[in-house]
């Protein structure tokens, strides 16, 4: 028995701390504008957190906007560290 891999294994999710934050940004975005009863929202974060919704957790930043029926916009910061983000409503 086989199945097609779509994501990233479980190793690469909890061992990177910017994989974390990816996940937690979008979180928080959600909830955020959800709460605000927003439909613009924009991710501010380092450009390893940032480059990763751009390409292997592009998925996971298409479903998040999904849910808020809008495109997150992203900012990228060089002087912000893997674990800060700032998300603007």
Do not use: H
Not at 8 to 19: N, Y
Not at 20 to 26: E, G, I, N, P
Not at 50 to 79: F, H, N, V, W, Y
């Amino acid at each position: 028995l086989t199945r097609q891999r779509v994501g990233l294994s479980l190793a690469e999710t909890l061992g990177d701390p910017a994989i974390s934050s990816v996940y937690k940004a979008l979180r928080q975005a959600v909830t955020k504008a959800t709460v605000e009863n927003r439909t613009a929202v924009s991710i501010t974060a380092s450009p390893s957190v940032i480059a990763l919704l751009r390409g292997p957790l592009r998925k996971a930043l298409t479903e998040a906007g999904d849910i808020l029926k809008c495109e997150i916009g992203l900012e990228s910061r060089a002087d912000f560290s893997r674990d800060r983000f700032e998300i603007t409503i």
